[in-house]
């Protein structure tokens, strides 16, 4: 059986909903949807570019407690509130990944869990063996 090591960020939904950050299994990590949020306040309000940027630091932060860094990224996935804003999404998106451009996808929901949220990110990484 492969092994699972798990990252906490200790998100006050982490035990409540029962979920990890990531999880590593095998070569594979899983990223969960990441939010800006810091201290159960959101960071960059009003701001999609900003809480971009400190989502994709925060998955940068989980990827290597995993052992693995953003150029093992192969996928992510971007549910934003306003797709209009995809421009200000798309270029932080960009600062991180330019030259690894992993499969991307962005879509507009409806609502994230706070209303002042307006960007969420899943990743997944493949780590070369």
């Not at 994709?56 to 989980?62: H, M, P, S, V, W």
């Not at 270029?91 to 409806?110: C, D, L, S, W, Y």
Request: charged share 25%; with cysteine.
């Amino acid at each position: 059986m492969m092994s699972r090591k798990q990252v906490f960020t200790g998100s006050p939904w982490e035990p409540l909903v029962g979920y990890c950050r990531a999880i590593r299994v095998g070569n594979r990590i899983e990223v969960a949807g990441t939010t800006a949020m810091k201290d159960g306040e959101v960071v960059g309000k009003g701001d999609p570019y900003e809480q971009t940027r400190f989502v994709l630091q925060t998955i940068e932060k989980a990827l290597s407690e995993l052992g693995a860094s953003m150029s093992d990224v192969v996928r992510t996935r971007m549910f934003v509130t306003d797709i209009s804003k995809w421009e200000e999404i798309g270029r932080a998106h960009g600062e991180f990944f330019h030259t690894i451009q992993p499969a991307a996808t962005m879509v507009e929901v409806k609502a994230l869990i706070d209303p002042l949220l307006l960007v969420e990110i899943e990743a997944e990484a493949i780590i070369q063996q």
